[in-house]
DNA sequence: AAACAGATGCAATGGAAGTGCATTATTGGC
DNA sequence: GCCAATAATGCACTTCCATTGCATCTGTTT
């Protein structure tokens, strides 16, 4: 098990008290969060910094980008099995229509998708909405 | 074969001789297209009524909208095969990371998705990104 | 301690989406 | 055909998110 201070060195990423408070953050969030999400928990904080946080994270294969078609990127950690530099890694996520979240179903993987002849497939991206288990109410 | 006025007209949208040539720009297109394309193509328009009368065509049914992660919206004309008032419809969109284009891939259907106990998916979108027909080279 | 690189903060920009309101065009009743 | 009602169009403006430039600060290296 290592410290996050560990992994962050690890990817060539200089620690920092900000960043290792980003990381606690989305690492305790269960949804993709949205820029203004970190915004408004780290209010004495610059926008700036937190977008240019999110940004190396990404770069470094720490976060994901997630295009859920609210019009707003959300970002999520990438966990175990999230295989973010594989380009051709099949990503689900799913939207609650009813509280507005988007989590990362990392162990629902995709099913091959088949093109038409001529196209080439590198990456898929997959957004399922609908009702999530606790506003389905289970 | 109905005419586009008569297709129009069906749809409770009053002619015009700015709906009906977005509509043919729209026909001629195979690809999805922005509202800067439109913009583009119509110079002389202003971009709010090009904007309203996409929102018109897409509240009626005529065109639907897509997201392919670009981040930019964009529209296509419902064909064929295109069930978008239907919630369950499975679009299949796939988009060029060479040329940046968009197409509709209506004659290929979604697989069922499987998501977890507790989940109810209503809709489903799907953008598979790589290299189009004419990018390969083929 | 000096020099450097990188992180942070502030200000500003740009692009796309959306809205309010005045003007113009179209339709339907007379 | 004319007039009133209704809808479409055009202009200006606003908002929201994403992104960048630059100055400053902080931490690291020698």
Redesign the pocket.
């Known amino acids: 098990m290592q410290t996050i201070e560990q992994l962050l060195e690890s990817k060539d990423?200089?620690?920092?008290?900000?960043?290792l408070l980003i990381y606690k953050f989305l690492a305790e969030k269960e949804v993709a969060v949205?820029?203004?999400d970190i915004e408004d928990a780290f209010e004495?904080?610059?926008?700036?910094?937190?977008?240019?946080?999110i940004?190396?994270f990404e770069e470094k294969d720490i976060v994901h980008q997630i295009d859920d078609g609210t019009?707003?990127?959300k970002y999520a950690l990438c966990e175990k099995g999230c295989n973010c530099e594989i380009e051709t890694d099949l990503h689900l996520h799913f939207h609650c229509n009813n509280c507005n979240e988007t989590i990362c179903l990392t162990d629902h993987k995709i099913p091959q998708i088949k093109v038409p002849d001529g196209f080439v497939s590198e990456n898929v991206n997959l957004v399922v909405k609908g009702i999530c288990d606790k506003c389905s109410g289970q």
């Open positions: 990423i200089r620690v920092t008290a900000m960043r949205t820029l203004s004495k904080s610059d926008r700036t910094t937190l977008y240019r946080t940004k190396t019009g707003i990127t």
